[in-house]
């Protein structure tokens, strides 16, 4: 290991590739981590939830190597890592989670107690995440190896599917709680509101779940014909600012089973502007009594580039009463990856859901970052993955 290269955050709007050091066996406030390995990145993805930051609408501050989804092969191991080698080749959830608290003892670790000194539940690479260093570098530390990481199987296998396996360390788990906390089941009408990367997993996951039909609502064009052309109905928001309305057109009520909201706090209405309730009050609307909505969008605590002092607080204007008396069930959270991961890629091995299609991966070079935030941020409809060391491309 040595010359490492990362993602740096330096401020709204501006990512850059720099020298930022190898990793070491050590902890955010420097305890010595035995039970973690490093990793040489395979590949490493830029996520929507990235952008958030990159936007200047969190509170993130300008040196964070950023980087949560991560697969990589392991170079070196502490003295208390039993389960893996050297060489083995593992998916790594973006939670960073103990294995060892009450919430990871429920296989709750999107929330780990103990990770984080500031709040529940820490995560590589992010604002107000416990410190942990990103991994859109070409090394980087995974503490806690044993627990955390989901061991693949061997080079040849793993590289023929290289491109969905890489969605296993968060989109793809992300949409999939989405959808399973949206009480998705055989026959569910469903609704997907947002036609990006985790919007398209969590309808790929509401279609291996059973779904009769998956619409997903978007006001991009460019996103809406990728949904179409990967088998979902798309439901064209620029059409009308009642979403019922649409819905109809398609399943003949105004009301599906399940909602998914894959947007979180940056929604915009129909107006234009932004108003980052809308697409909560939309599933309100849409889901049918006791229905349930699952939320894997991302909604934040303090948000410096909200519209209204109640919104850089996190309070929206929710119709929480609306939801109330159709006796609707709200999940909320970050999705524990470990959870889920081991299933999918079984999934993934044996062709059942292609899922680097279904998002549109798109594999480019560390050093091509840059472009690609900016590609993405302009609504590209493509997930880009990032090969630090042309594995993918060779
Ligand atoms: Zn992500
Ligand atoms: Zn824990």
Redo the contacts with the bound molecule.
Sequence with gaps: MSGNRGVVYLGPGKVEVQNIPDPKFEAPDGRRIDHGVILKVLTT?I????QHMVRGRTTAQAGLVLG??ITGEVIEKGADVEMLQVGDLVSVP?NVACGRCRTCRSQDTGVCLTVNPSRAGGAFGYVDMGGWIGGQAKYVLVPYADFNLLKLPDRDRTMAKIRDITMLS??LP?GFHGAVKAGVGVGSTVYVAGAGPVGLAAAASARILGAAVVMVGDFNPERLAHAKKVGFEPVDLTKSDRLGDLIAQIIDTDEVDAAIDAVGFEARGHSGGEQPASVLNQMMEITRAAGSVGIPGLYVTDDPGAVDPAAKRGSLSMRFGLGWAKAQSFHTGQTPVLRYNRQLLMAILHDRLPIADIVNAKIISLEDAPQGYDSFDKGAAQKFVLDPFGQIAA
Excluded: A, L
């Design positions: 993805n996520c929507g939830s990235d949560h989804e973006f968060d989109i992300t």
